[in-house]
């Protein structure tokens, strides 16, 4: 079962807050709701999707970073890797072709190392200083990627 939410205008600026902290201005937006699916809390502004919730945290969706930069580290991948992390897939070693400074838990954009383009979110495994030193294994555990129900809501490009 589907159902929206409408945020007041407390909410809407714990919601700027939350967002400032990624380095993310979302002030230009003038209606802000949540859609509650079985599975996802998603957040949508203007009727597009923006964010999502995971864990009871709201975090940035790609649909929003594609627009606007970030201060989220990155970690760039390798052409193979990219089918398998839009699909869902977590990130493993292999296909790490180059990466930002972070610390474990931290929540990395995956890109795609030639256009830097986001195609994932997700929670480092290990530090970048580990990563780096690392030759196979899981290194982020993926928890948005295009094409995911996340990103499917809102308006239709």
């Known amino acids: 079962m589907v159902r929206t939410k409408q945020l007041n205008n407390k909410e809407i600026k714990e ?5 400032n902290a990624y380095g993310l201005n979302i002030e230009k937006y003038k209606r802000f709701d949540i859609i509650y699916t079985d599975k996802e809390e998603i957040l949508i502004a203007d009727k597009e999707s923006i964010g999502f919730y995971h864990k ?3 975090y ?6 594609l627009t606007i930069d970030t201060r989220i580290p990155a970690i760039y991948l390798d052409l193979g890797a990219i089918p398998f992390i839009t699909k869902g897939a977590d990130l493993m070693k292999p296909g790490v072709k180059d990466l930002d400074g972070f610390e474990k838990n931290s929540l990395v954009i995956m890109k795609d190392a030639i ?3 986001p195609l994932a979110l997700g929670f480092a495994e290990f530090s970048s200083a580990e990563i780096k030193s690392m030759e196979k294994g899981k290194v982020i555990k993926t928890i948005h990627y295009i094409g995911d129900n996340i990103w499917n809501y809102g308006t239709k490009a």
Request: aromatic share 6%; glycine share 12%.
């Open 115 to 117: 256009h830097k383009r």
């Open 15 to 19: 919601l700027i807050v939350a967002f």
């Open 56 to 58: 009871g945290i709201v």
């Open 60 to 65: 940035p969706g790609l649909k929003l970073l």
